[in-house]
């Protein structure tokens, strides 16, 4: 029986990468390719990008009452896997690679900027 993965407690890390956003990843086995960012895990310091880093997962059939999904018929599903937040870059609106600095509005509020263009990122 496999032991599950404990999250070491560590302070947390507030991440520039956010899910919805268009990153390319620059390190790994998915070097050069670029995607949207379904979800982020910051304890673990990962995201999850559409299309990359895909696992195969062999799953036994379940027995949900009247489910068709993928997990209720069971066999080999492919999902994307983990990917280090260092390894991917995020995407500019013209598909530039740039790093993300933070900025202060007059109101207060803090904006995502990027480095290369000093446009904000929504």
């Given at each position: 029986?496999a032991r599950?993965r404990?999250?070491?407690?560590r302070?947390?890390?507030?991440?520039?990468?956010?899910?919805?956003?268009?990153v390319e990843?620059?390190?790994g086995?998915?070097?050069?390719k670029?995607?949207r960012?379904l979800?982020?895990?910051?304890?673990?310091?990962r995201?999850?990008?559409?299309g990359?880093?895909?696992?195969?997962?062999h799953?036994?059939?379940?027995?949900v009452?009247?489910?068709?999904s993928?997990?209720?018929?069971?066999?080999?599903?492919e999902?994307?896997?983990?990917?280090?937040v260092?390894?991917?870059m995020?995407l500019?609106?013209?598909g530039?690679?740039t790093?993300?600095?933070?900025?202060?509005?007059e109101?207060?509020?803090?904006y995502?900027?990027?480095?290369?263009s000093?446009?904000?990122?929504?």
């Open positions: 029986m599950a404990s999250v070491k407690p302070k947390r890390l507030h991440l520039k990468i956010r899910s919805g956003d268009h990843v620059i390190s086995k998915d070097r050069g670029s995607g960012v979800r982020v895990d910051p304890d673990r310091e995201v999850f990008v559409e990359l880093s895909m696992i195969k997962r799953t036994r059939p379940s027995q009452a009247g489910a068709q993928d997990a209720a018929m069971g066999g080999v599903i999902r994307e896997g983990p990917i280090h260092s390894n991917v995020l500019d609106a013209k530039k690679r790093r993300v600095k933070i900025e202060r509005g109101d207060g509020k803090r995502r900027v990027a480095k290369s000093g446009a904000r990122l929504e």
